[in-house]
Each structure stands twice: as structure tokens, then as C-alpha cells.
């Protein structure tokens, strides 16, 4: 989706700071939902944002929210109530989106002295609260961490002037609303409101009108474009054997004009195994899923934004947040569970104007709910094509050159790799719950899966030794104790004859 009016963002009311760190970066024009959000949102008004994934909504709520807040540089900064204090508060479903949206912000505020937190689960309690204690003018997070620090009174949100919703959807479908409502109630009344989802579910609905003042509804789509799934995104799907999918997407990564890539999976195994694959293959891949801790999730990230691997193997947790554009290719691995879980894998790719390709495999058993996902979005190829690693259509479809095999050439082993990103140690429950994990991204049980097996033989082995000295030992005491005479009875037509020791005999 692009912008044709040649408007640029030195033509909204934003402060010259916000406009030049956005022409730092290279950005100038602002993409429809952006174009429509910003005269409402910096008159104060409250918004219902509906866009697909992938079209800028970040930008089109973060550039207000930045314009509006004062930071420690600004005049009347001292005049507040208490600086400091929180001014802007948003709310994201997933750590990743958390991290995301405090990143872009970070960038359009460079040369501001506004400053901005992002509060999430994962991490130690520590360097969070010494933030806020510091202060901190934008938060972004996720709703669980922000209630914790609230409940202990480190979050202070009496001075919010403005509320930010974002993926609201996503937040239904994860259960939080309940919890949002909660941040809802501890914020003024006196606000201004945003929310910003791609569907817009009854519940959804019914939280906007109980908590925003006359919203503007917003809904930036391309008239041309009427289909649930960007235009911008081409769709492939093909039937698989699921014992060849492994080569098969091994030849599809050598695809031509492939450039960073996302693969879906339903299972955190299944992401730990496929990415150690691919690695032993020889392709640059990390895994991103559940069983990680929050370092090793963002190191994953990090490696693959910045270009060490180009390769993500993902469960769902990673189908929101990923904002990169340079995403060429999403391979769902195994079929969606549903249509909505379908549109948030495919649109990490074709974001911000840039084309993409989707790439679906369905296994036989997946079939069915293929069908109804394909029904639900109106795509076209119902019936997925039967497809093998070495079918010609196959390498028509994705450009893949003529001879290649599952494995990359050596001369093609340009990325540095997942080790040469750092990952921090971030403590929080997830180093206690994986304290045992490699220092790597990906999973460390498939990294360490032999040795690991090895280390149980061992113990195991240690153990029955341990058990067989032990038994040992208590025979061998056993056998110093004095053994009490056992007395034998005969009898001879049913009458005691003789009672005596057994070694009188």
C-alpha cells in the first residue's frame, strides 16, 4: 500500500524534532492509516483505528501520543503535577509487540527528551522499577507486568492524559480484556482514548463504548483491494507429506530474491527441531517460541532484524510484534489453526508497501480445516496442489534454480549466525524456569538433545551403582550379625518324634 499524494508528514501539525527523526530514518510520507489518524488524534479526539496488519498503525497512534508528552528539556515540564510520572500509557497483547512499538517510538523521539519504557513479563522486576523511579513520560507494555508494578505501587498512572489500545483483538483472544479494563479504571477519566485492532469483535466493541467519549471510527483499506489479505501478499498452497517437508522447505530457502524469512509452526518442539534442521543444513536459523526465556527471545529477534539469520522459525507467540520489512517470505510449516490466526502469520510479510509471498503446507490430516479457513478469507486456491520437493511446480512457483538440493552450498554461508548476536541476561522467572537452557536462541533441548540423553544414562546408571553398593553394603552387615538358630520339628504318623536345631544334623 502506498501513499500517491505526494503528503509528507512536515505537512501535519507535528513537532519539527518528531519530523526530522523521522527523515533521519528515511521516512517522509505517511502510508493511509497514518494520513487519516494524525488530524484527529492531535485534535484530541478519541479513535477506533481498523487496518490490516502491516499498514503503519504504529506510527499513525505513537507520532500523537509523542507530540503531546513533555519531557525533562520541554517548557512546563516542572509545572506538572508530578514530573515524571507517566503521561501516555499503551497497551500490547505480547512482548514482542511491547518491544517493537517502544523501538519505533524510540526512533521518532530522538531528538526529543521525552522518554519511554516498555514494562513486560520476562524480565527482572529491578531495572523496570528503577526506570519509572527515574522517569519515564511514554510506557508501553503488556498488562500483566503493568498491573504487578500498579499493585506494588511503582507505576504511578494518575497523570495519564492519553490511552493507547493496540491489537485489540489479540488481547480478546489471549484473555487479557478483563486485565485492560483494570488499567482502564486507574487511569483519569479526563483522556484521550485510541484503539487500534484489525477485527473488530463484539467484545471489542462493547469495551469501546463503555470507555471512549464519541470515537472516530477509522478504516484504512485500498478500494481496490477488498479481500481480507493484502493485495500486496501472494498466496501458495500446496498439500505435503509431512516426512518431506523438511527437504521441501529446505529447497524453497534457495528460493531467488529470498530475503529474510518467517516459518510458522503450531508446536514449540516442532520450532526447536525445524530450526536445528535447517542450521545442520546450513542456513542461518533461529527458533522463537514459548519454552525461551525473554533473552533468548529477543536475542532471536535481534539477530534476525539486524540480518545474522534470515532465517525465523516461529511458533504463534512471534505472528504479532514482528514489524520488519524486509520480511520476503512466511512459510506456515504446519496449517493455522483458524482464518485469524492465518492473517497474522502471512502478515508479517508485503508490510509497508512491500511485496510478499505466503507459502502454506497442509498436511492430509489438515485438510478439512483448510477448507474452512480458505472459505472464511475467500481464497481462491481451495484445494491445496499436491506437492513434493522435487515437483516442477514447486520451483516455478517460489524461482528456485534448477538442481537444488536440500542442503545450502557452502559458498551461499554469508550470515554470521545466531551465536554472533549477544544475548542479555534479563533474569525474571524465566531464568529460574529455564536455568538450564544454552545461552543460544534457539532451543536449547534440541541443541542439547544427545547429550542430554547421555547425562540421564549416566545419572541413571550412577544411581544403580549407588543401589548396588548400597545393597551390598546392607549384605555385608547383614552377614557380621549373629544368625538365630532356626528349630526343626519331625514328626512320624502325626506325632513329634524329635525337635531340635537344624545343624544338628
Do not use: C
Request: charged share 30%.
Amino acid at each position: 500500500m502506498t501513499n500517491t499524494n505526494q503528503e509528507t508528514f512536515a505537512d501535519f501539525d507535528l513537532r519539527p524534532e518528531i519530523v526530522q527523526a523521522l527523515a533521519d530514518q528515511g521516512i517522509e510520507q505517511p502510508f493511509p492509516i497514518q494520513s487519516m489518524t494524525l488530524p484527529i488524534a492531535l485534535s484530541d479526539q478519541d479513535i477506533i483505528g481498523q487496518a490490516k496488519t502491516g499498514t503503519g498503525k504504529t506510527l499513525g497512534f505513537g507520532l500523537p501520543v509523542l507530540d503531546k508528552v513533555l519531557g525533562p528539556k520541554d517548557d512546563g515540564y516542572h509545572d506538572l503535577a508530578i514530573p515524571g510520572a507517566p503521561q501516555a500509557l499503551i497497551v500490547a497483547p505480547t512482548r514482542e509487540l511491547a518491544v517493537q512499538v517502544s523501538k519505533d517510538l524510540e526512533g521518532a523521539a530522538k531528538h526529543l527528551s521525552a522518554r519511554i519504557g516498555a514494562i513486560y513479563g520476562g524480565r527482572d522486576y529491578e531495572p523496570q522499577i528503577r526506570g519509572l523511579k527515574k522517569g519515564v513520560e511514554v510506557i508501553v507494555g503488556t498488562p500483566g507486568r503493568l498491573i504487578d508494578l500498579m499493585k506494588q505501587n511503582h507505576l504511578d498512572l494518575s497523570q495519564i492524559h492519553t490511552v493507547v489500545l493496540d491489537e485489540a483483538d489479540e488481547m480478546l483472544d489471549l484473555g487479557f480484556l478483563p486485565d485492560v479494563e483494570t488499567l482502564l479504571q486507574e487511569v483519569p477519566q479526563q483522556r484521550q482514548t485510541m484503539l487500534f485492532s484489525a477485527t473488530m469483535p463484539g467484545a471489542v466493541i462493547t469495551m469501546a463504548r463503555r470507555y471512549m467519549v464519541q470515537p472516530t471510527h477509522i478504516s484504512a483499506s485500498d478500494p481496490e483491494d477488498d479481500s481480507l489479505v493484502k493485495r500486496d501478499i501472494r498466496q501458495l498452497v500446496y498439500r505435503a507429506h509431512h516426512m518431506d517437508k523438511d527437504e521441501l522447505i529446505a529447497r524453497a530457502l534457495q528460493a531467488r530474491g529470498r530475503g529474510l524469512t518467517i516459518i510458522f509452526t503450531r508446536t514449540k518442539r516442532t520450532a526447536a527441531r525445524l530450526a536445528e534442521e535447517l542450521e545442520r543444513r546450513g542456513f542461518a536459523a533461529g527458533a522463537l517460541h514459548g519454552d525461551l526465556g525473554q533473552g533468548a527471545r529477543e536475542q532471536a529477534l535481534r539477530a534476525f532484524r539486524n540480518g545474522k539469520i534470515d532465517v525465523l522459525v516461529a511458533t504463534d507467540v512471534a505472528a504479532r510484534g514482528i514489524d520488519v520489512e524486509e520480511v520476503t517470505h512466511v512459510f506456515n510449516f504446519q496449517a493455522p489453526e483458524d482464518e485469524k490466526t492465518y492473517l497474522h502469520r502471512v502478515g508479517r510479510t508485503g508490510r509497508a508497501g512491500h511485496k510478499g509471498i505466503a507459502v502454506t503446507l497442509v498436511d492430509w490430516e489438515d485438510m478439512t480445516r483448510w477448507k474452512l479457513i480458505a472459505q472464511a478469507l475467500e481464497i481462491e486456491q481451495v484445494e491445496p496442489v499436491e506437492t513434493y520437493s522435487a515437483s516442477p511446480h514447486l520451483y516455478e512457483d517460489l524461482d528456485i534454480p534448477e538442481g537444488t538440493k536440500g542442503r545450502l552450498p557452502k559458498s551461499q554461508r554469508t550470515r554470521a549466525g545466531l551465536d554472533a548476536e549477544q544475548q542479555e541476561e534479563l533474569g525474571g522467572p524465566d531464568r529460574k524456569r529455564r536455568g538450564n537452557q544454552s545461552g543460544r536462541g534457539r532451543s536449547s533441548q534440541s541443541r542439547g538433545r544427545g547429550r542430554g540423553r547421555q547425562r540421564t544414562r549416566s545419572d541413571n546408571s550412577g544411581s544403580r551403582s549407588d543401589n548396588s553398593e548400597k545393597s551390598q553394603e546392607s549384605s555385608s552387615k547383614s552377614s557380621q550379625k549373629p544368625r538365630r538358630q532356626r528349630t526343626r520339628t519331625r514328626r512320624k504318623n502325626g506325632q513329634v518324634v524329635d525337635r531340635g536345631s537344624k545343624g544338628d544334623s
